[in-house]
């Protein structure tokens, strides 16, 4: 649950789903052969809850009156023969806004429900069985229950709306990353850095946009399989295959601008390929991958120069270590 639902949540009154609302208003459309008098009356005889009813008689005149004015909830009287609820209920899906629908009618709830809730009704009663306080709570279902719609629309969006942002302010970073990267290597290659071969100094040259030139096709497999592996696992199951790669990069020459390159070729094609996943927590977990791959790259790269330094030398044999070379001439041969 996001934090604006849990706050939507906790700011909902407690009774919200246990009490009636206090007032609403109500848009009555019916054919003049059946007014809404009764309605009234039997609404003012309950006092659970004060419902205004306003009366339309005929099609026109309650879609003229509906996208005029805002209702609460909107009840259909269905007369086959002078009033379809049906009919009604196809031409206000495009004509008006969406609002609360109950039909009213003499025939059987088993009857008309379903082809009631077909043509987007929120329900049917009959009012030859229902009471004032059952419709009345009818209602207020229906009214709360596009409310809930509603909301939830606004928080689809609202999440959508965050998931955009979160993408371009990825893509943004990456750039950013990309172009601090294409501007050391220029400068490396400008001060005359002088690199192990020559492969690397034209994949130094290449520069970032063309890193699937200069890489192994299964090196960018391999690292963009770590990298999903990474954002699910942490590393806590993977400093051994850290610590390969790293001996791999260093084995093949790869410098911290080349790796960081790799970095940010495979990591946008995850971030362009999340579609409608946050994008927040694989920049967090590829920033840590990232560094921890350039400390471990730079610690074997430190250890190689230091064996370089310092390379292994044959020990002598004990009793030998102090002893004078022998001399390959007497000295009267010498003479």
């Known amino acids: 649950m996001s934090a604006g639902l849990r706050d939507a949540v906790n700011q909902m009154p407690a009774g919200c789903w246990k009490a009636l609302p206090p007032q609403l208003r109500v848009l009555f459309i019916t054919s003049p052969h059946r007014t809404g008098g009764w309605l009234a009356e039997a609404f003012a005889s309950d006092s659970a809850s004060d419902v205004l009813l306003e009366e339309a008689c005929g099609q026109s005149a309650g879609i003229s009156r509906l996208r005029d004015e805002v209702f609460d909830a909107v009840l259909l009287s269905h007369d086959p023969e002078h009033l379809d609820a049906l009919e009604l209920l196809e031409g206000m899906k495009a004509g008006v806004g969406d609002q609360p629908v109950i039909v009213l009618g003499d025939q059987s709830e ?3 429900t379903a082809l009631c809730y077909e043509v987007g009704a929120d329900g049917y009663t009959c009012v030859n069985t229902t009471t004032t306080r059952t419709l009345i709570w009818t209602v207020a279902r229906a009214v709360e229950r596009h409310r809930l719609l509603r909301e939830n629309r606004k928080f689809v969006q609202h999440e959508q709306h965050r998931l955009r942002q979160q993408h371009a302010e990825a893509i943004r970073l990456i750039g950013e990353q990309r172009g601090f990267v294409r501007a050391m290597t220029s400068d490396e290659l400008e001060d005359g850095v002088d690199y192990d071969d020559a492969e690397t100094s034209n994949t130094t040259a290449a520069g970032v946009d063309d890193i699937t030139c200069c890489v192994p096709a299964n090196l960018l497999a391999h690292y963009r399989e770590l990298l999903r592996a990474y954002v699910v696992m942490g590393d806590g199951n993977l400093a051994e295959e850290l610590a390969e790669l790293a001996e791999l990069l260093a084995f093949a020459g790869f410098t911290p601008m080349q790796t960081m390159e790799m ?15 946050s994008s927040r927590h694989v920049m967090t977990r590829a920033g840590l991958l990232i560094m921890q791959l350039i400390v471990r790259l730079g610690e074997e790269y430190r250890h190689r ?31």
């Open 110 to 112: 088993q009857e008309m």
């Open 263 to 277: 970095h940010l070729h495979v990591l946008e094609e995850l971030v362009r390929g999340l579609g409608s996943r």
């Open 305 to 335: 120069y230091h064996e370089r330094r310092n390379p292994p030398r044959q020990l002598s044999l004990p009793g030998f270590d102090d002893a004078p070379a022998p001399a390959l001439y007497t000295d009267g041969e010498a003479a």
